[in-house]
Nanobody, 122 residues
Framework: QEQLVESGGGLVQAGGSLRLTCVSSGRPFDSDAMAWFRQAPGKEREFVAGISWSGRNTYYGDSVKGRFTISRENAKNTVYLQMNSLKPEDTAVYYC???????????????WGQGTQVTVSS
């Protein structure tokens, strides 16, 4: 069974940067597409970014395009989310997910991490 563990969340001022890390174990990492979702209190889970198994194809939610970058290192079973120019509306719990293909719908992903809190102060 695949396990995903996120880290790197925290408190940052608006305009600042954070890098989230997700480490996978339990199954071949390079067979999965990976994605980041986020969920703020009282809101639905939102697609943030996704990356194909090879890393060649990346996808972003409209609200983060141009500010966030997803990448992966298959040799380290790790996917990253570099977040720049953070805004208070980016405040949420960020989740790492693994699935057979990149999708913006959370129901397509079978493995999830426990989440890491990102708080952006104004």
């Amino acid at each position: 069974q695949e396990q995903l563990v996120e880290s790197g969340g925290g408190l940052v001022q608006a305009g600042g940067s954070l890098r989230l890390t997700c480490v996978s174990s339990g199954r071949p990492f390079d067979s999965d597409a990976m994605a980041w979702f986020r969920q703020a209190p009282g809101k639905e889970r939102e697609f943030v970014a996704g990356i194909s198994w090879s890393g060649r194809n990346t996808y972003y939610g409209d609200s983060v395009k141009g500010r966030f970058t997803i990448s992966r290192e298959n040799a380290k079973n790790t996917v990253y989310l570099q977040m720049n120019s953070l805004k208070p509306e980016d405040t949420a719990v960020y989740y790492c997910a693994a699935g057979p293909a990149v999708s913006s719908w959370y129901g397509d992903f079978g493995s999830w991490g426990q989440g890491t809190q990102v708080t952006v102060s104004s």
